[in-house]
Each structure stands twice: as structure tokens, then as C-alpha cells.
């Protein structure tokens, strides 16, 4: 997945400001293939892995079957496609289970070994000071659980004993409020189990598989859904692959249920629900068939990370990180358009194309790290807005740019002359003709992040959809 970079003359900005203001687009879905990314630095299975900040952060597992948790922490760099050691973990261990909210990654439970007791430690990593901080425990100790996120709480469920499934298995469904550092329970999963996965969709939380009576003897296809605005449970359709230490991610409004073991062999098989139908689909299988692994979403792009690639105790660890990436629409014309974030009215993206070169550029109004002194006596241009610029080429639905950032200009003025220099990377990502993201690292500043995207207005999806045919 490492892609070509082509240093570039900046253009020049001109432009006029808009109000980005609310608008919001369906997602078009779009077939799906599977991409090679860099490897893991560590071989890990059992692990956990955390999306925050443009990053995506792989915690503790295990190197080998039998084998003790690590500590080891490595951040992966999609812009980069490379991974970076972290500070290691305080308690190394693996089968945590991991949430990430308002860009710090929470870790729940674990165990050392496998066949230890598990923990109920609750630990926070911060991605931007690389720090860590120990929190209030979970009320159930427990490993190989699942957890998710709505609304900035985490719906902790399921999970072992030990750290495995051989082990009594749980049903308790606990909610983390991150804000108040405070643990409160909930109505219990219908089916208790280990080694299962979750995500949310909206505010609904999906459970699939696990395993009910030891990871290596009884896998289940169970898909049980928790609604978190009634408190309730759903069992819905099951997999049709029964599996446990599956992986899990959603995009697209569809829960993705990856890899796993059935009890007996390794799976391959990737399977995609839709809640708006209730049904499963068959979607491209996971390159690598492996138990163990983990997922995580950027960008719409599915990063899916270590596992084993041997069934049963005394099993190996991989360092794959394999990518189901959609293919979203070629960028073309119709692209041209003012995009913005609708969490962050106030700012956003022009964006222009020109499809002959090709070469995609980008201009983004937005606001300093800090505010200015004194903001009440800021004028047109002074310390509380920065326009950054960036450009570069792209291919299909995917543009990698470089950004660029002017200083020491002055408004309508020839002089003094502004200067122009280089200050990260950026890549912008369509997923259909009105939604796209954008991820982007800034090393002087330490800034790195992903930004979901939409347009300000809907009039120039026509020739984008038009343009495609």
C-alpha cells in the first residue's frame, strides 16, 4: 500500500468564505477489495487495536500461544504506512478490550496468560502525549469481551473468566461513562460468551459470535443487538459462519464480521448485515484466514491487524495488516465543491480538481491550535484563522497531497511577500459523490487526525454521478 509521493510548487489561494453549515448525505456503497498495508513492527495475536487521531494504535496480545501478554504499543500511520513504537503498556496482557472516546483509547480487563484470571483494569492511553493513566475498575473482571462506543459511553459485554473462553463465560453488560470515571449496569446479553466482537451502528450495538463453552469447542453464529435509547436487547439473524475471536468493524451503515475460528479450522469468510433488512451478504474473504485478529476503521478503509494463522493451543502470531478498502468513485470534475464536517460548523475544504493533470487541489479555512490573547479585538486575517493549502496528485477515489502553509502576508497588500512552506502530508479519500474524509499529519505541530466530509451543498453531485458513467 505504499503509495508514490511527488513533491509540488504550491498554488495560490483565492477564494472567497463560506458558511459550512449542516447538510448531511446518504453513503452510496460500493464493491470492496483487499489491500496489503505494512506490517506490524511486533507479530501479535489476542491483541487490541484502537482507531484515534488518524492513528491506529495496536495494544499487548501475545507473540505465541501459551505465551505470556506483552506490552508493546505500536501506532500505525496510514499517510505513512508505517508503524511506530509507543510507550508500552503498564500491565502487559492480552484479551483487553478496547474503546476509543473523544480521541483517547480505553482499555478494559485482560489477562496475563491465558489460563489466568482475568483483571478488571480500566487504563487510558492518550495518543498525542503518548501518556497513560489508570482509571476506575471495571465491576466484572473479565478478557474477551467486546466493547463499543454511543454517545461517548462504552457498552462493555460478554467476556471470560481467564484469558479464554475454557473458562466460565459472562453475560453482563456494563456501561463506562468516561466523563465521570463511573461504572453502571445494564439489562444482561440473552447469550452468554467469550471471544465475541461488537460495533455500533447509530445507537445500537451489534454482539456477533463467541464462544459459549471453551474457544476451541463451541463457537456460536449468535448476532444480538442492544439498543442503547431503550435499554433493550434484539437477537437478530445469525452469522452464517458461527465463529469466535472474529474481528468486527462497521461502514456504511453494514456490521462487517471477519475471520474467526468455527471450532474446528480457521475461517476465512467476510460477511457483511444490513439492520435496515436483517440479512447477511457474502463480501471478498479475508486474504489471510486467522483467528485473533483485530479490526479497525479509517478513512472507510477497514484495517484489519495480527491473528494466528494456526488453529488450536501452541499457535503462532502474525504481523499482517491486511486492508478491505471500498472503491469509491473515480475523482473527477464533479468533485469541485466547498466540503466541510458538520461537527465543526465554521470551517471546512475547497476543493478543486483538474482531471488532465491529474492533480487535486485543496484549500482548508480553519482555526489556530490555541486561541489569539485577546479574541475580541482580532481582525480580518490575524491570529485566529489560518487558511492551509495542499495538493498533489490522485488515482480512483484517493488523492495524496502535500500542505502547505503561508505566513507574514497582508491583506490586499503586495507586501510584504507572503512565504510558502511545506508543513505535512494529507490524503483525501471518496466514498461516494457527497461523502469523503480526510486524514492528515502535521509534524511540527504533532497534529495528526481524520476529518469525515460532506458537501456544503448537493447541486454538484449530479455531474459527479454523471461523470462516472
Known sequence: MNRPKKRSTPMTLTASLLCFCGLSLPFVSASETWETASDLNDSRVFHSTCAAGGLIIAFGGQNAGGGSGIDSVEAYDPNEDTWTARQPMPNPRLGMMVAEVNGFCYLFGGAEVPGAPAVALTERYDPVTDTWTTLSSMPTARAVGAAAVVNDLVYVAGGAATGNTASQVFDALEIYDPASDTWTSAPAMPTARASLAASAIGERIFYVGGGTAGVLASDTPANEMFDTQTGTWTILAPMPTRRGELAAASTGNTLIAIGGADGQSLVDAVERFDPA???????????????????????????????????????????????????????????????????????????????????????????????????????????GSRWLTAQGPFSGNEATLDIFVSRDGRFDSSEPVPVTEA???????????????????????????????????????????????
Open 423 to 469: 508543513a505535512g502530508t494529507m490524503t483525501v479519500r471518496f466514498e461516494s459523490c457527497g461523502l469523503g474524509s480526510v486524514s492528515y499529519t502535521i509534524p511540527d505541530l504533532n497534529l495528526t487526525g481524520e476529518i469525515p466530509i460532506s458537501r456544503v451543498a448537493e447541486d454538484n453531485i449530479v455531474l459527479c454521478e454523471a461523470l462516472l458513467e
Open 277 to 383: 433488512t436483517g440479512e447477511w451478504s457474502g463480501a471478498e474473504p479475508l486474504p489471510t484466514a486467522r483467528w485473533g485478529l483485530r479490526a479497525s476503521v479509517l478513512a472507510g478503509r477497514v484495517f484489519v491487524t495480527g491473528g494466528s494463522s494456526e488453529f488450536g493451543f501452541g499457535h503462532n502470531s502474525l504481523s499482517t495488516n491486511e486492508v478491505l478498502a471500498g472503491q469509491g468513485p473515480t475523482i473527477n470534475a464533479g468533485f469541485n465543491d466547498a466540503w466541510f464536517n458538520t461537527e465543526t460548523p465554521g470551517q471546512g475544504f475547497f476543493i478543486v480538481v483538474y482531471p488532465d493533470i491529474p492533480l487535486l487541489f485543496l484549500a482548508w479555512f480553519t482555526y489556530d491550535t490555541t486561541a489569539p490573547d485577546n479574541p475580541d479585538a482580532a481582525t480580518l486575517g490575524d491570529a
